[in-house]
C-alpha cells in the first residue's frame, strides 16, 4: 500500500483526496488541512468567502462539473459555511474507508531523494490561534511517508520549497509595468490584495440601486455590487478609502451571503488588506519554509489578519457608516465575538505562487512563455478544439476554466485614476493598458487547462492543483476561484490514483500520450468536463 499525501484543506484539497481515494481503493489517502479550526473548505470555510463565484457557458450550464458540481447542486450560490464544512466531511470524504483526515495540521519538514527528484516523506505538526491572534505551533507531531504529494494550498508550501522554479506574485510582468524593486529581484513581486472576511448583521435583501440580491434555491441570500456607491466622491465609502487607503485598507464594492438559511449574520467581503506575503507566517520565522524574498512593507498573513482586526474595531464608526451607504446596509453592523470583530479565520488570499517551467528563464515578461498556462491562452481561448490561443492545451487538457479576468489590485493607487475609483476591468486596464479585457469582454471563452499545469519538472511525484500551480500572473485571475480550483484538484486526485495504480511518476504521465488519456477517461468517467 502506497501514501497519497494531500495538503490543502480547501476546495482543491478535498477534490483531489476524494478523487485519489475514489480510483485508488486499495491506497491510503492522506489529508492534512493546515488552518487553525476543524473545518474543511479553506478560504471557502474558515475564510468566510461563502459565495461561488460562477459564470455560466454556455448560458445555463457550469463550466466546472466533477467535484464542484455536486457541492453546488448541494448549496448553490450561497451556503453557510459550517454546513459545506460538514459536506465536505460527510458526503465528499466520509464515505471513503481510506482517507485519513488531520485537520489543524502543517508541515513543518520534509525529506526528499534522487534518481529521479521526489518527496518522500514529511513531518506535520499541531498549530493553534494563540490568545494575540497568531497562529502558533503546538506540540503534536507526526510523520508520514508518501508516493505521491499534491500541494493544493495557497502557500505552494512544498511546491516553493522542494524546487526552484517559482515565481512570486506578478513577477512575470513586463518590467515596464512594475516598480523598480519587483524587477529581477529574486522572482519576487507584489501579490493581488488579499480580503479579510467579517461578519455583519441587520442586513435587509431588497435589491437597489446597483446592488442586487438574490436567494438560493435552499433559502440562502446573498448580494453583489455597490460600484455606484463605491466610485461617489462625495460618498462615505471615498470618505473611508481616501483616509485609510495609504495605511493599506480599503473597502471594495460588496458580495455578500448569509451563513446559512435564516441566519441573522452574513459574511462580506469588500474589506481589502494591501502589502500582505501569502506565503509568510509568523510561526516560520526562522526556517526554510519563511520566504526570505519578500518585498520591504510587506506583512505576514498573521500580522497582517491581526492589525486588520484591530483596525476594524479601532474604526468601527467609520467602516460601520461607510458600509451602511451601500444597499440593504442602511442598519447592519458588525458582529463581534470576544471583544472584536468577528472575521473570517484565514484570510482571502489571491495569488502568492506560480510554477515556472524552467527555473533559468524566470524573468520579468516571461507571462506567454515559462508558464504551462501563459496569459494569451487565457485571455483568447477558443470556443472549441483547433480555436484560439490555447488550441495547443487540447491534447493535454484535465479540464477548463472560466471566469472573468478579474486581477485585484496590487496597490490601493491602483483603484484611482485623476482623483476618481475604479473598479473591476477599469483597475486592470490601469494597470495592464497593453492587455485591454472590454470590448469585446474577454475572456469570452473557458481555457483548456493542460496536465503540465499540474506539475513541475523538478520533481517527480508532486501534482501541484493549488495556487502554485503552472499558471501566469494573469491568468490566475481567471483559475482562481473556488469552480477552476475544484477542476484541478479532481485532475490532481485522479492523476495520483493512476500513478500509484500504475507505477508511472505523476510527472512522467504527462510525457506519454496514453497515460494522459488514460487519466482524461477517468476524469470523464468522475463527471469532469473536457470538452467546449
Known amino acids: 500500500m502506497a501514501n497519497i ?73 450561497y451556503y453557510g459555511v459550517a454546513e459545506m464544512s460538514k459536506l465536505l466531511k460527510t458526503e465528499s470524504l466520509g464515505k471513503y474507508n481510506n482517507i485519513s483526515v488531520y485537520t489543524g495540521y502543517d508541515i513543518s519538514g520534509f525529506r526528499t531523494t534522487g534518481s529521479p527528484y521526489r518527496i518522500t516523506s514529511v513531518d506535520v505538526k499541531r498549530i493553534y490561534r494563540d490568545a494575540d491572534g497568531y497562529i502558533k505551533w503546538g506540540v503534536s507531531s507526526l510523520t508520514f511517508d508518501g508516493a505521491v504529494f499534491i ?60 446592488m442586487n440580491y438574490s436567494q438560493s434555491a435552499k433559502g440562502v441570500w446573498g448580494c ?94 467609520q467602516f460601520e457608516g461607510a458600509m451602511r451607504s451601500y444597499p440593504g446596509f442602511g442598519a447592519a453592523s458588525l ?48 470556443d472549441a478544439p483547433g480555436r484560439g490561443a490555447d488550441a495547443a492545451n487540447y491534447a493535454s487538457r484535465i479540464g477548463l476554466a472560466m471566469y472573468n479576468a478579474d486581477v485585484h489590485p496590487y496597490r490601493y493607487t491602483d483603484l484611482m485614476k485623476n482623483g476618481a475609483y475604479l473598479w473591476g476591468s477599469e483597475s486592470w486596464e490601469k494597470m495592464r493598458p497593453d492587455r485591454p479585457v472590454t470590448n469585446p469582454e474577454r475572456p469570452q471563452y473557458p481555457v483548456y487547462m493542460p496536465y503540465a499545469c499540474l506539475t513541475t519538472g523538478y520533481v517527480a511525484n508532486l501534482l501541484i492543483p493549488g495556487y502554485g500551480a503552472g499558471v501566469s500572473s494573469y491568468s490566475w485571475g481567471e483559475v482562481r476561484v473556488f469552480p477552476n480550483l475544484c477542476v484541478l484538484g479532481d485532475a490532481a486526485g485522479i492523476a495520483a490514483a493512476y500513478s500509484v495504480n500504475s507505477g508511472v511518476q505523476a510527472l512522467d504521465i504527462g510525457w506519454s500520450a496514453t497515460h494522459v488519456k488514460a487519466v482524461q477517461n477517468d476524469l470523464a468517467a468522475a463527471g469532469a468536463r473536457l470538452e467546449k
Not at 515596464?176 to 529581477?184: G, I, P
Not at 469588500?270 to 501569502?278: C, E, H, M, Q
Request: aromatic share 12%.
Open 5 to 77: 499525501i494531500v495538503y490543502g484543506g480547501g476546495f482543491a484539497g478535498v477534490a483531489a483526496a476524494a478523487k485519489a481515494a475514489s480510483k485508488a481503493p486499495n491506497h491510503e489517502v492522506i489529508l492534512i488541512s493546515p488552518y487553525p479550526d476543524d473545518m474543511l473548505g479553506g478560504i471557502g470555510t474558515s475564510g468566510g468567502q461563502n459565495y461561488w463565484d460562477t459564470i455560466e457557458w454556455p448560458r445555463g450550464s457550469l463550466t466546472a462539473r466533477g467535484s464542484f458540481a455536486f457541492w453546488y447542486d448541494t448549496y448553490p450560490k
Open 151 to 210: 500541494d493544493a494550498s495557497e502557500e505552494a508550501r512544498l511546491a516553493r520549497c522542494v524546487n526552484t522554479s517559482a515565481t512570486y506574485g506578478r513577477y512575470d510582468w513586463p518590467a515596464a509595468m512594475l516598480e523598480s524593486a519587483e524587477q529581477n529581484r529574486n522572482y519576487t513581486a507584489r501579490q493581488q490584495a488579499a480580503t479579510l472576511m467579517f461578519k455583519m448583521k441587520g442586513i435587509s435583501a431588497a435589491s437597489s440601486g446597483d
Open 224 to 317: 453583489w455590487g455597490g460600484a455606484s456607491n463605491y466610485k461617489n466622491p462625495n460618498g462615505r465609502v471615498a470618505a473611508f478609502n481616501n483616509a485609510h487607503g495609504p495605511s493599506g485598507y480599503i473597502i471594495k464594492p460588496v458580495n455578500a451571503a448569509q451563513d446559512g438559511a435564516n441566519s441573522p449574520h452574513w459574511w462580506i467581503n469588500a474589506f481589502l488588506v494591501f502589502n500582505v506575503d501569502g506565503r509568510a507566517h509568523s510561526r516560520d520565522e526562522g526556517s526554510s519554509f519563511y520566504p526570505s524574498s519578500m518585498l520591504a512593507g510587506t506583512k505576514s498573513t498573521d500580522r497582517a489578519w491581526v492589525d486588520a482586526r484591530r483596525f476594524l474595531h479601532a474604526n468601527r464608526a
Open 335 to 382: 458582529v463581534y465575538s470576544d471583544g472584536l470583530p468577528e472575521v473570517g479565520s484565514v484570510l482571502y488570499i489571491r495569488e502568492t505562487v506560480h510554477m515556472a517551467k524552467d527555473s533559468a528563464g524566470r524573468m520579468n515578461g516571461t507571462e506567454d512563455r515559462n508558464y504551462a498556462v501563459g496569459a494569451t491562452a487565457s485571455l483568447s481561448a477558443g
